[in-house]
């Protein structure tokens, strides 16, 4: 199982992202994938989900500025992130199935 996140980087406060995690070695279209986050000093917390029928769920925390997405024929998993606060800067993570680990991607979101 690989999972790659991109995208990240530096961004304006208020500013857009859009990240994604390419997936291999296991049935992307039957899984449920997940994006997570880990801000320095706190812990890694849940930001969005898709199930297999590409219904999402959020975070209270990024409700209404975040959209998670889904290309079975691509096998990736994405992340728009919209209206971009400071409190936001994290490095994120893909995760698959509840189980495997993207290595993470920074996202820094600076004045």
């Known amino acids: 199982v690989q999972l790659v996140e991109s995208g990240g980087g530096l961004v304006e406060i208020g500013g857009s992202l859009r990240l994604s995690c390419e997936a291999s070695?296991?049935?992307?279209?039957?899984?449920?994938m997940s994006w997570y986050r880990q801000a320095p000093g706190k812990e890694r917390e849940w930001v969005a989900g898709?199930?297999?029928?590409?219904?999402?769920m959020y975070a209270d925390s990024v409700k209404g500025r975040f959209t998670i997405s889904r290309d079975n024929e691509k096998n990736t998993v994405y992340l728009q992130m919209d209206r971009l606060k400071s409190e936001d800067t994290a490095v994120y993570y893909c995760?698959?199935?509840?189980?495997?680990w993207g290595q993470g991607t920074q996202v820094t979101v600076s004045s």
């Open positions: 898709i199930n297999t029928e590409d219904l999402g």
């Open positions: 995760r698959a199935r509840n189980l495997y």
């Open positions: 070695g296991f049935t992307f279209s039957s899984s449920v």
